[in-house]
């Protein structure tokens, strides 16, 4: 398996596996690309990607640098163990669902987080979905050492109403919370 920045020509495959993951509609090529953005600062891309020996995705992991993501009603900066300017965003995870328990998410997170700290960082702060099956993404996050901030009530119903999101487990009506959770570098 190899790890490797997160490009256009992974663009594709990222977002058929982002929607197969999360739901319909989850993930675009405009979206994806502005992500991207968001997530290279100093000429260092802190999105990846991970690839097995025959080019297949396994996964992928996008995560904006310090000070260009925004900090919206979602977040709670007062609650952060570091100032708003120094916290990174992890925004989004899949793993091909096959892999999955393989150790390719911590690796991905690890990818992210060398590059985060390259540019500047010094945490970052995350959504993760409590409804996850088995509530596993709390639990990877929480094993890398991420800690809750606080529990957020629909987080993704917005996305269902402004932008035809479809919840794997609730419609186009998600109900998920989101566990805003830190983890210090």
Sequence with gaps: ??????LR??????ITLANLVHGANYLNTA?????????????INACFVALDDENNLLGFR??????QWPIDKWCT?????????QMAYFKCIAIEPS???????PKLLQ?????????????????????SPGNG???????????????????????CINDGYTCTLCGNKCQCQAAEMALIF
């Design 9 to 14: 020509e992974h663009y594709d495959r990222v």
């Design 99 to 105: 892999a999955q328990g393989k150790g390719i998410g």
């Design 62 to 67: 996008t995560s904006y640098a310090a000070q």
């Design 31 to 43: 979206l994806l690309s502005k992500m991207c953005e968001k997530g290279t600062k100093h000429n």
């Design 77 to 85: 900066p007062s609650q952060w163990p570091v100032l708003p300017s």
């Design 137 to 159: 993404a709390v639990k990877y996050f929480t094993k890398a050492g991420g800690e809750l901030i606080k529990i957020h009530d629909e987080r993704w119903l917005e996305n």
């Design 111 to 131: 990818a992210s987080i060398n590059a985060l700290r390259q540019q500047g960082a010094l945490a970052g702060v995350a959504h993760l979905w409590k409804q």
């Design 1 to 6: 398996m190899t790890i490797t920045p997160l």
